[in-house]
């Protein structure tokens, strides 16, 4: 029993060593993730389009589900 529980200690330090291949993300200051992100150009146009068209397709499957198309 010992010899299982020196065991397991030994394989639970060896799975947390991280060697030299460990590939961790580069680290940044936390200024520079609190900066305002420029904003694109404004899709409200596009966006609007597109609700506009979703809407009609909606309004034209309630109507097939209706039955009145």
Do not use: I
């Not at 680290?27 to 409200?44: I, M, T, Y």
């Not at 597109?50 to 198309?69: H, K």
């Amino acid at each position: 029993m010992r010899y299982l529980s020196v065991l397991s200690v030994l394989f639970l330090l060896a799975a947390c060593a991280t060697g030299p291949e460990a590939d961790y993300p580069r680290l940044v200051p936390k200024a520079s993730l609190l900066e305002a992100a420029p904003l694109p150009d404004d899709p409200s146009a596009a966006v609007l389009a597109r609700a506009a068209a979703l809407n009609s397709r909606a309004n034209d499957l309630r109507a097939l589900d209706d039955g009145t198309q």
